[in-house]
């Protein structure tokens, strides 16, 4: 017998979207590593990124930001 409710991810239903899904999974499998597996998957787990505002149509200064987990 067919449902008629469309099936939901079990993230979604948790109410998470899934970059955070998979942000936790990536985070709990460097934890289960051993070492020095696990120091390297760290390092590459650091994140930087350029944000630049526009205004007037033109692109203002832009600001270097990182999006490291705390540690």
């Not at 990124?49 to 990182?66: D, L, M, T």
Request: charged share 20%; proline share 7%; aromatic share 10%.
């Amino acid at each position: 017998m067919a449902s008629t409710a469309a099936a939901v991810p079990f993230w979604r239903a948790a109410g998470m979207t899934y970059i955070t899904y998979s942000n936790i999974c990536a985070s709990l499998v460097r934890g289960c590593l051993k070492e020095p597996y696990r120091s390297e998957a760290v390092s590459r787990e650091q994140v930087h990124f350029i944000v630049s505002k526009w205004a007037n149509g033109k692109p203002e200064k832009p600001s270097i930001r990182s999006d490291s987990p705390e540690v």
